[in-house]
């Protein structure tokens, strides 16, 4: 009887103190009313902290939306309704409060939305388990009201009437603030853009430029049917040749042991003969949807819009009467990248989507050994896009190049940084296994050949005070843009073009942008001519002057490196590195 006397108090104390007012608060729509507007505002106020905005600006960002989010509250009293009205606003707040906590600042870039359409099913999966707190904030904040607005409309719940006359008068009332605030920061903010600066009007602008990206990919093969480099091959020799383009992930050239990095990354590479290291290589951009369609064609930060007109390096070799094949081992993503590859006479994918595990980069020895081994292939481009550095780290590499220990740390947090950085270094490790092997592979024929390797871009791995982990953030840092590239020339091609090798050898010392410079590398490596060939910009040429350094914006406008965002410590890391 005590016992059953003790559960009773329980089971009232339970359902007088926390069923019963939990019932009354979510049976109360102003509640759910007064709950979508401040979570949706919460955006807001965090970016009105994280970016550099006027005051004014600020305030604007803050009490127009806000007004605004009011009167789509109590538009209608079926509060389900207006729950309902506001959830592309709680889409694009979620999306947003994700990128603040994943970056520490920036407004949804078209490029972001971008990355949506071109990234795999199993590269989000990794990064979102790294996600959890901010995927948990996002629940509680949004899912909630969802489903409380579902259950409201269901039931039947209203609002009273005078709280939706006080809900419509202080949206009226924010909004006609907000206004006029507006037309202050129009004449009081030096380079105002209302567009820009308020949220979630930039998201929007940069979601309908986002569409509008996407679309010209998505007919690529059309705008660009009409183009031609004009190349043609220079060498009238039938003796067979082989050209590789290597195009890595990730691949910070900060960690690099051919570059100065006190670790022993790059074993292999550095005893291998004929190989030519660019310490000074930034990066135009630190997305991979931009920086890897610019390597392998003519396109670059200044004329990036105009790259739905270009075709890519391969067609200019099969102009040339080369036999052109494309490796990837990443999932086709209706990118540039997978337009181009499918320009080749031969386009193989060894990744797929029902592996359970994506295939170490060694799966591309396979196809290449078919190419080397086709005898009719006299003269050969072949271009490997790998998996290179890509997060999960510990996920690119065998057990047998777990060298640099421990390395098995999975969630991407500061306090696991030394073991993120053992598993990143072993990642270099396995790509300098994957080059040597390669090269070894191309001095096998005995061939004139060659090899280039660039990586699109870099990574942040909790470096500095920020706390930055990954890229293609809006705005990019010193470990996003300083990448690895190094040129390879066999023993035969250095003997009959020994300009070349010299070339190479007193440009390495320079800084280079991939972009600008691989293209006409590989071409002249290849002498493969063609209008679009600038010969200062090539690499073996001992004409190359490097150009100004600039990086592509989210907006595709090619800045200046020093004005692209970067802070004074980047700016200086930078400024170190080149000099």
């Not at 605004?68 to 309902?84: E, H, N, Q």
Request: hydrophobic content about 40%.
């Amino acid at each position: 009887m005590k016992h059953f006397n003790q559960v009773s108090t329980i089971k009232l104390f339970f359902t007088k103190y926390i069923l019963r007012p939990l019932g009354r608060f979510f049976g109360d729509m102003r509640a759910l009313a007064i709950w979508v507007v401040l979570a949706l505002i919460v955006p807001n106020i965090v970016l009105s902290f994280t970016e550099e905005v006027s005051p004014l600006s600020a305030v604007v960002n803050i009490l127009l939306p806000g007004g605004i989010f009011c009167l789509v509250m109590g538009a209608w009293l079926r509060t389900g309704k207006s729950v309902i009205a506001s959830l592309p606003f709680m889409i694009l707040a979620a999306f947003q409060l994700v990128l603040l906590y994943l970056y520490g600042g920036s407004v949804i870039a078209v490029d972001m939305f971008l990355n949506v359409v071109t990234t795999n099913v199993s590269e989000a999966t990794e990064l979102l388990a790294n996600l959890l707190d901010a995927m948990g904030v996002v629940i509680i904040l949004y899912l909630t009201p969802i489903i409380w607005g579902i259950w409201g409309w269901i039931k039947k719940k209203d609002i009273t009437r005078r709280f939706r006359r006080k809900l419509l008068g202080c949206g009226i009332a924010l909004t006609l603030a907000g206004m006029i605030a507006t037309i202050g920061c129009h004449f009081s903010v030096r380079d105002y853009q209302f567009i820009h600066e308020t949220f979630p009007v930039n998201a929007v602008s940069n979601l309908i430029e986002a569409c509008h990206r996407y679309s010209e990919t998505a007919h690529h093969a059309e705008i660009s049917a009409g183009f031609t480099y004009r190349a043609t091959h220079t060498n009238d020799s039938d003796e067979p040749e082989i050209y590789v383009f290597v195009i890595g992930e990730t691949s910070r050239g900060e960690n690099w042991q051919l570059g100065g990095y006190e670790r022993p990354t790059n074993p292999r590479l550095s005893q291998e003969d004929g190989v030519v290291f660019f310490r000074k290589s930034i990066s135009e951009s630190n997305t991979t949807h931009k920086s890897v369609p610019m390597l392998i064609s003519y396109a670059s930060a200044e004329n990036f819009d105009s790259i739905a007109h270009y075709k890519s390096i391969i067609t200019a070799f099969r102009e040339a009467g080369f036999s052109t094949s494309f490796i990837s081992n990443q999932l086709p993503n209706r990118s540039f990248t997978e337009h181009f590859g499918n320009e080749a006479d031969t386009t193989v994918y060894v990744a797929s989507e029902d592996a359970t595990h994506h295939p170490y980069d060694e799966a591309v020895f396979e196809p290449v050994d078919k190419l080397l081994g086709d005898t009719l292939r006299r003269k050969q481009l072949i271009v490997i896009h790998t998996y290179g550095s890509h997060f999960r780290y510990r996920d690119r590499y065998p057990d047998s190049f777990s060298h640099f220990t421990p390395d098995d740390a999975i969630d991407a947090s500061l306090s696991n940084r030394d073991e993120l950085i053992n598993a990143y270094d072993n990642t270099i490790l396995y790509v300098d296994y994957i080059l040597s092997s390669l090269i070894d592979r191309l001095k096998a024929t005995g061939y004139r050949a060659g090899l280039v390797y660039a990586s699109d871009h870099g990574e942040d791995i909790f470096d500095d005070k920020r706390e930055r982990f990954l890229h293609a953030s809006p705005v990019p840092t010193y470990w996003q843009i300083h990448q690895a590239s190094l040129v390879w020339l066999s023993p035969k091609l250095q003997g009959e073009n020994p300009g070349m090798a010299e070339a190479l050898a007193e440009n390495s010392a320079k800084r280079i942008s991939p972009q600008k410079s691989l293209f006409p590398t590989v071409m002249q490596m290849a002498a493969v001519s063609s209008p679009y060939v600038v010969d200062s910009l090539s690499l073996v040429s001992k004409n190359y002057n490097p150009a100004p350094m600039v990086y592509l914006n989210d907006l595709n406008k090619a800045l200046p490196i020093y004005r692209s965002g970067l802070t004074n410590e980047d700016r200086l890391k930078v400024s170190l590195l080149i000099q």
